[in-house]
């Protein structure tokens, strides 16, 4: 069984499809928890009529905290039954592949069960109609801590995690200072404690754009052009700073290993003069996945931004 988690605020445009996807998920038994964070619109009644064609429990829905998506999923992670085997996250404006589930929990029979780890996957984006869909990037290099440090790859809308990365999350949230994203935090604190990210290169769900998007996917000129300009505007910073924030009062739950490459980039970040930040990013071993990413890493740490 399966435990859906999915986050609500406003949302009513795309959700009805979305709900659809779950509904049609197979050879996987689910059920689905929704936190609304304080819809305006017809969201909630929508989500009601949903839930009413199923047995009692199977889908239901809690307030919010109001504090912004990656808070509005950390919240349904700690709400979420304790005996789930495995948790999933849902967006509200996509639409799921049939087997997207059972193909994920597939894939993370590979791991030892008390080993953490986390499933993702491969997206195709669509514009607001799922019409023109064509494949988001995919992992071209391992995964791990050190690209987690500095990059996101394990995007929420596919993530499935088995219990022991549930209850590793869990064991740190009362300590944990705020995050940008609730995905990227999950993707640095597996790695990062030892656990494993796996990869699944078929397509999982349509991942529609629109102007609501909260981030968007970054393929084509013009997407990455955009996230380019955002990064270097100051929000791979901001964000880094947050990440490393919340991993710094967790030290304890890293590796050895990982606590040496933390140290290390943390201090690279703040290193003065252009020579010793470029030698201390090669040192820390972290990594993006494509060339341009690499490149454009390497750029933050010449400019300071990073």
């Known amino acids: 069984e399966v435990l859906i988690l999915l986050a609500l605020k406003d949302g009513a445009v795309f959700l009805q499809a979305q709900l659809d996807s779950i509904a049609m998920q197979r050879g996987i038994r689910w059920r689905l928890l929704v936190s609304d964070d304080g819809s305006t619109d017809a969201g909630p009644d929508i989500l009601r009529a949903f839930a009413s064609r199923f047995p009692p429990g199977q889908v239901r829905m809690i307030p919010g905290p109001g504090r912004g998506a990656a808070e509005n999923f950390l ?20 639409v799921w592949m049939p087997d997207k589930l059972a193909r994920a929990r597939q894939r993370l029979a590979e791991c030892p069960a008390h080993l953490p780890a986390l499933g993702f996957g491969h997206r195709l984006r669509c514009d607001s109609r ?17 690209n987690a440090m500095v990059q996101n790859i394990a995007a929420g809308n596919t993530l499935l995690l088995n219990r022991a990365a549930i209850d590793l999350v869990l064991r740190h ?12 935090w999950i993707y640095l604190l597996v790695t990062g404690a030892g656990g494993r ?24 000129a013009r997407g ?16 880094n700073d947050a990440n490393l924030a919340a991993l710094s009062s967790l030290r304890g739950a890293l590796t050895p290993e990982n606590r040496v490459a933390f140290d290390s980039f943390t201090a690279t970040r703040r290193a003065p003069g252009l020579t010793r930040r470029l030698r201390g990013l090669r040192a820390s071993g972290v ?17 300071n931004r990073l």
């Open 75 to 94: 919240h349904l992670l700690r709400a979420a039954d304790p005996g789930a085997p495995f948790i999933a996250f849902s967006d509200q404006d996509d």
């Open 130 to 146: 799922l019409a023109r869909p064509r494949p988001c990037s995919t992992p071209r290099r391992a995964t791990g801590f050190r």
């Open 173 to 184: 949230e009362a300590a944990r200072a705020p995050v940008p994203l609730h995905d990227w």
């Open 197 to 220: 990210a796996i990869p699944d290169p078929q397509p999982q769900l349509f991942y529609r754009q629109h102007r609501g998007n909260m981030l968007g996917a970054c393929n084509g």
């Open 224 to 239: 990455r052009l955009r996230h380019m300009m955002q990064s270097f505007s100051g929000r791979s910073r901001r964000w």
């Open 287 to 303: 990594y993006r996945q494509s060339r341009a990413g690499q490149l454009a890493l390497w750029l933050l740490a010449a400019l």
